[in-house]
């Protein structure tokens, strides 16, 4: 079955960090775009970063600078490093497959207040 | 970068109704466009890619069309259990774009 599932999640001070990780199984997340979307609390869907299967990446201009995407192909893991939090970082973030999103996690909550 | 706007931002329609949502991209997209359904609580659910192609096990009731800069989603015949808010996303090139979203539900 295909299916991601993401964890590390949970409540920072501004200016912390965190590591989210997006567990994939049923697929290769190295033969894959692979992209972070986030939803801040009553908010819309905003996308955050991609991965591509050759290894580029890729932001949205609002965390330019302070996230970062990777993955770990031998534990076909897709991560996101996220630096110097802000309180309008607060959101569910989900993983997502693909160039069109085909395949969602169910989020992780990420909350930065002090 | 491109913009993605979607009107109406909310809509109310019946059971039965025909219902047309748009979106519209800055610059010309090709077909490189999506449209998610996410219900209240729950996880964004993909309905088509590429304008026009219906995700496997999507009911034939919602359709796209379009290319360039203008996309519609239409559902044939409004359910209740269509009740939810819907985006594109254009991913034609990063950074991927969706739109603010619209809000359908029963009158």
């Known amino acids: 079955e295909v299916q991601l599932v993401e964890s590390g999640g949970g409540l920072v001070q501004p200016g912390g960090s965190l590591r989210l990780s997006c567990a994939a199984s049923g697929f290769t997340v190295s033969s894959n775009y692979m992209s972070w979307v986030r939803q801040a609390p009553g908010k819309g869907l905003e996308w955050v970063s991609v991965i591509y299967s050759g290894g580029s990446t890729y932001y949205a201009d609002s965390v330019k600078g302070r996230f970062t995407i990777s993955r770990h192909n031998s534990k076909n893991t897709l991560y996101l490093q996220m630096n110097s939090l802000r309180a309008e970082d607060t959101a569910v973030y989900y993983c997502a497959r693909g160039v069109w999103l085909d395949v969602w996690g169910q989020g992780t909550t990420v909350t930065v207040s002090s | 970068d491109i913009q993605m706007t979607q009107s109406p931002s909310s809509l109310s329609a019946s059971v039965g109704d025909r219902v047309t949502i748009t979106c519209r991209a800055s610059q010309d997209i090709s077909n490189y466009l999506a449209w998610f359904q996410q219900k209240p609580g729950k996880v964004p659910k993909l309905l088509i890619y590429?304008?026009?192609t219906l995700q496997s096990g999507v009911p034939s009731r919602f359709s796209g069309s379009g290319s360039g800069t203008d996309f519609t989603l239409t559902i044939s015949s409004l359910q209740p259990e269509d009740v939810a808010t819907y985006y594109c996303l254009k991913y034609n090139s990063a950074p991927f774009t969706f739109g603010p979203g619209t809000k359908v539900d029963i009158k």
């Open positions: 590429a304008a026009s």
